[in-house]
């Protein structure tokens, strides 16, 4: 951004230093979120892993599977997906180019 009077740029300190105290803030608190959402990703990509697995095995040496173990992937996969993109879109680490050049919060 080109600015043409170097009057209108804001000094350090003044609003700028509240928002990014604001900024540093935030962070402090949803650490422990992102913590919690990266446990839940953990538990359900094993918890998928698992039953499937499960399912494999029990159609290998039964004669069918369990009937319940496609609604669990299902599931786990939903949850997979949508707290994962949140996590991963606080981390930065899945978006596009083209929103990488969005303005981001303090």
Known sequence: MLVSD??????PGGAAAGHAEAGTRMRGLLGPVDRVGEAILVAAL??????????VVARSFGSSGFLWTQEVAQFALS?????????AYRTGLCCPPSLQAWPRSP
Do not use: R, S, Y
Not at 6 to 11: D, G, H, L, M, V
């Open 79 to 87: 949850v997979i997906t949508f707290i994962g993109g949140a996590v």
């Open 6 to 11: 170097p009057a209108a740029i804001p000094a």
């Open 46 to 55: 094993l918890g998928e892993l698992g039953v499937i697995v499960l399912d």
